[in-house]
């Protein structure tokens, strides 16, 4: 959705005829990107990507088709297994498609997600699902109500999605795109540029810092969405920017090093007036215990640990095993 904004607020501006199409309900497909959704002139020309495009002239017929006045339109969309290999996706699956016309969607909903901000837009579509008014809840926003409520859920999570809510007065469509991830990466050399890579695949940025004082200035700059991952062992390094990190109350803290390593940094953390319940937030040794043996592994585990704990998931992590570190 995030690479939509540019092309809505030009066609916005050209006044030209256009909808956004997004799903509601979904079942099968597979695995799929959370954030599709797909832009539709009046012309039939596309922008974005909603199952890999199998369903772009449908939903262009249904744009076409859509009333002058209408503010919404929600059409049921399906594809086979024949025509889902065709497709390159991963397996059928059937969807309920909403197209809502593009002036009918906040300006500042594009203007938020052009900057990169956590916001969520919630959508209420009348009993008979032709009628549609959104409106832009932002990352931080005091819930009005369960719609709010669930999107500031869904922002906490750190990662793009969407949920239905349905009510006495029909349904709701909670549209979530947190800031992705800030990886700031204490240290260089060769795991740093390969968990930077591995970051880059994800759609995160990431920064490499190499003292205590620049690792403070990014991780206040990006507190909301700097995900800490310290691989350097020097102690007027490691220890000071852990400690910061967890006094920004940042959404992931790891370290990188051996048990050895780890009590170190856990005693200078005591030392520094850490608590345990701010220590027990580290992920030290740091990742999922995959086995990671080479630098590219080791990325993975990192980054996948990330990953889980942003989205709430209990998965095992190194800092959770017994065992020796191989």
Not at 12 to 36: C, H, I, K, N, S
Not at 86 to 109: D, F, M
Not at 283 to 305: F, Q, R, S, V, Y
Request: proline residues 5%; charged residues 20%; negative net charge.
């Amino acid at each position: 959705m995030r690479e939509l904004a540019e092309t809505a607020r030009q066609w916005t501006a050209e006044g030209r005829v256009a909808f956004l199409a997004r799903p509601v309900t979904e079942q099968g497909f597979g695995p799929r990107d959370p954030a599709g959704a797909v832009l539709v002139d009046a012309r039939g020309e596309c922008v974005g990507a909603l199952y890999r495009g199998v369903f772009d002239a449908e939903l262009v017929a249904e744009a076409g088709a859509m009333g002058a006045g209408d503010t919404a339109r929600v059409c049921e969309v399906s594809v086979g297994a024949g025509e889902a290999v065709e497709a390159k996706l991963t397996c059928g699956g059937q969807a309920e498609v909403l197209l809502q016309p593009l002036a009918g969607i906040p300006a500042a909903w594009w203007e938020l997600l052009g900057t990169g901000a956590g916001v969520a837009l919630v959508t209420r579509l009348s009993e008979g699902a032709d009628r549609a008014v959104s409106e832009v809840v932002r990352a931080g926003d005091a819930p009005a109500d369960d719609a709010a409520r669930r999107a500031g859920e869904l922002l906490g999570t750190r990662r793009p999605g969407r949920d239905a809510l349905y009510g006495g007065s029909g349904l709701v469509l909670v549209e979530a795109y947190p800031s992705a991830p800030y990886l700031v990466i204490g240290g260089t050399g060769e795991l740093a540029e390969v968990i930077g890579a591995q970051s880059a695949l994800l759609g995160w940025a990431s920064v490499t810092v190499q003292d205590a004082a620049d690792a403070e200035k990014v991780l206040t700059a990006h507190r909301d969405a700097a995900c800490l991952v310290m691989l350097s062992h020097e102690p007027d390094f490691d220890v000071p920017t852990l400690r910061n990190a967890l006094a920004l109350d940042v959404p992931y803290v790891g370290a990188l090093g051996s048990r050895r390593t780890t009590a170190r940094r856990q005693d200078g953390l005591v030392a520094a007036g850490v608590g345990a319940s701010e220590l027990a937030r580290v992920h030290g040794p740091i990742g999922l215990d995959l086995g990671a043996k080479t630098p590219a592994e080791t990325a993975l585990a990192i980054c996948a640990e990330i990953l889980g704990v942003l989205g709430g998931r209990d998965a095992r992590g190194l800092r959770d095993s017994d065992g020796p570190l191989r």
